[in-house]
């Protein structure tokens, strides 16, 4: 019944009380002791919002959310492009779509693994490369490596251009 006397007061209330700050030091030309307002006044070493490991505030980041942080253009292109491979993984923040193994119809004998990485936020040729493996049969269940011809790799990075203009096109478009 003590503690409820006391009378509850906020955080900020408390943040303004001087002395709230650790340590000793003096504010002002009153000398008066530190609050927790004056430090989060001043800023920090690592900005004004002090280093937030595992996501800090949401009421901060009520305008803008975390979205995808390479071009959507180019992420949806290489996702229209892969969609024939069994998809193995995809990271939209780190831009990487990993497929997996493929053997097209027409020769069952060989393989294919496609990883497709975005580099950035612009629509740009030098934003996408497209690594491709590719693998042959020696034996029952049994594949080894193979050469991947360079005008493939190019086919491919032009294929998700051409389809990532496409849906700019179609944006603008839209609008």
Same mark, same amino acid.
């Given at each position: ?9 906020? /955080? ?6 001087? &002395? ?18 004056? /430090? ?8 004004? !919002? ?6 800090? !505030? ?10 995808? &942080? ?64 590719? /693998? ?8 080894? !490596? ?28 839209? /609008?």
């Amino acid at each position: 019944m003590l503690l409820a006397a006391c009378g509850a007061g906020t /955080q900020s209330e408390y943040d303004s009380y001087p &002395g709230s700050a650790p340590g000793d030091k003096r504010v002002g030309t009153t000398g008066r002791s530190q609050t927790i307002a004056d /430090q989060k006044k001043e800023g920090t070493l690592f900005g004004p !919002d002090g280093f937030n490991f595992l996501g800090g !505030d949401e009421s901060k980041n009520q305008g803008g959310g975390t979205g995808i &942080g390479v071009n959507s253009f180019l992420w949806r292109a290489s996702l229209d492009t892969l969609s024939f491979m069994p998809l193995n993984s995809a990271d939209p923040f780190g831009g990487v779509i990993i497929t997996d193994w493929y053997s097209p119809p027409e020769t069952p004998n060989e393989r294919f693994k496609i990883t497709g990485y975005i580099l950035g936020t612009a629509l740009r040729s030098d934003a996408i490369k497209v690594a491709v493996f590719r /693998q042959v049969r020696v034996g029952t269940d049994q594949w080894a !490596d193979a050469v991947v011809e360079p005008s493939t790799i190019t086919a491919m990075e032009d294929s998700i251009l051409t389809r990532a203009r496409q849906l700019r096109i179609d944006s603008a478009t839209a /609008q």
